[in-house]
């Protein structure tokens, strides 16, 4: 399979991708590793008439640390976070969810930017950066401006970018104490997207593909905050959620699921302390 | 567009269309046939090569991606002398393959395993092939022939 046509075009800075998103308006898109953009265009889902290439843009590849927070650039690659010893030792959970996406060759390419924006359900770290209460950053012709993880997912593969804007960097407070976390992704081959996964941080809850974006378990996490232990706060999982019926599972198995999943996410995650 | 990829040592040069992606590129291009298309969609790794000695499926590479990197594919892994790499040798000693349409991909994501974890337990090998399928279910000997060329491959490294 092979895309449509298109113009390709390469950008050397985030200020020549902008200016190139301006000139090519909504038929332009920006590429970044490709591993969720290639796919679609193969299936001709998406077909966008110019390729804005911001897959050299060293600029937007680091993890740092930033005092009270961890800046990771929007063009970091799975296999970056995955290894980064920062990672390892500030925010465990994003390093290990990166290195659970896909397989070694989607992880040396894909982004973390790049599945965010994508903003698919069923993706792992959209429902890491909502469980660790990032602040993503969207350069725009405008300037720069600041979108809560909660603000950002507002349906199936929408996000509150605008067209021409780009998003350049996640900003994640560091969770005290780093080590209460958990994630599980329940599939059913290696390779597989999540039929249900939960991302668990302290008392933040995020669920994997129970509705048309990641969500907070808001139930659990309440149930959490007024004492309930781990199995009762979990009963509260699936509420308020609207998962999907497909050719994996139907809504009543992913509530189920998401039952399960969130009660040994918090074993875990408390076990850890 | 124009693009210039050093392919096993040697530059290939073409003006190829923007959407030419990098696994027809290697084939079409270069006549390089060894690696496969198998399922097109990421998913099976028949199409692994090396960008910038790291694994990646060929089929969701664009050829303006790769343009000005370095790729190696199962023809560039035996040396000058036409001696094949540890990992060759170690799948035709431990029969790590049936069909072998799978192979060429397998033994690139074995190197670039060895590459990243010189001496990988099996849980580990298990793992980093998680992106190439073998349709044969011929899991077992790949695993095995990994798992064997793993001192020789660090060897050829730091030589």
């Known amino acids: 399979m092979i895309p449509a046509p298109f113009t390709y075009k390469r950008a050397w800075s985030v200020d020549e991708a902008l200016d190139l998103a301006v000139q090519n308006g909504e038929e332009a898109k920006f590429l970044a590793g490709g591993h969720s953009l290639l796919p679609l265009m193969k299936l001709r889902l998406a077909v966008p008439e110019v390729l804005i290439d911001i897959g050299r843009l060293g600029e937007l590849s680091y993890v740092r640390d930033d005092d009270s ?10 296999d970056e976070l995955a290894r980064s010893s920062l990672l390892a030792g500030e925010l465990p959970l994003l390093a290990h969810a990166a290195s659970r996406v896909g397989d070694p060759q989607i992880r040396h390419r894909g982004t973390i930017g790049g599945s965010l924006v994508h903003a698919d359900p069923a993706a792992d770290l959209p429902a890491v950066v909502l469980a660790l209460d990032a602040t993503l950053i969207a350069r725009g012709p405008g300037g720069s401006r600041e979108i809560g993880a909660g603000e950002f997912f507002r349906g199936l593969f929408e996000t509150a970018l605008q067209p021409g804007e780009l998003l350049t960097e996640i900003r994640i407070p560091k969770p005290r104490p780093a080590s209460e976390w958990s994630f599980q992704k329940f599939t059913k081959r290696a390779i597989d997207w999540a039929i249900v996964g939960v991302v668990v941080q302290g008392g933040r809850v995020a669920l994997v593909n129970m509705g048309q974006t990641p ?19 979990a009963a509260h999982a699936a509420e308020g959620t609207s998962p999907p019926t497909d050719i994996n599972a139907d809504g009543r198995y992913r509530e189920h699921l998401a039952r399960v999943l969130v009660a040994r996410a918090l074993e875990e995650s408390a076990a850890r302390t | 567009m124009k693009v210039t990829v050093t392919v096993n040592g040697s530059q290939i040069e073409a003006d190829v269309p923007d959407r030419t992606l990098l696994v027809h590129f290697l084939r079409d291009v270069a006549n390089l046939t060894a ?7 990421t998913s099976c790794g028949a199409c692994t090569v090396l960008l910038d000695g790291r694994s990646v499926k060929s089929c969701t590479v664009l050829a303006a991606q790769a343009d000005g990197r370095d790729v190696v594919t199962v023809e560039g892994l035996a040396d000058g002398s036409g001696a094949m790499h540890p990992v060759q040798r170690a799948f035709q000693a431990e029969h790590g393959l049936q069909c072998g349409f799978c192979t060429p ?22 793992s980093a092939l998680e992106g190439n399928l073998c349709r044969c279910t011929g899991y077992h000997n790949i695993v095995r022939a990994i798992l064997s060329a793993a001192p020789a491959a660090s060897e050829r490294r730091s030589s």
């Open chain 1, 69 to 78: 927070q961890i800046l990771v650039g929007a063009l970091t690659t799975y």
């Open chain 1, 215 to 233: 969500v907070r378990a808001s139930g659990v996490e309440e149930a959490l905050a007024a004492g309930a232990g781990t199995r009762d706060a």
């Open chain 2, 35 to 41: 690696t496969n298309v198998g399922c097109d969609t």
């Open chain 2, 105 to 126: 991909g397998m033994v690139m994501a074995a190197v670039s395993l060895l590459d990243e974890n010189p001496s990988p337990t099996e849980e580990e090998v298990r």
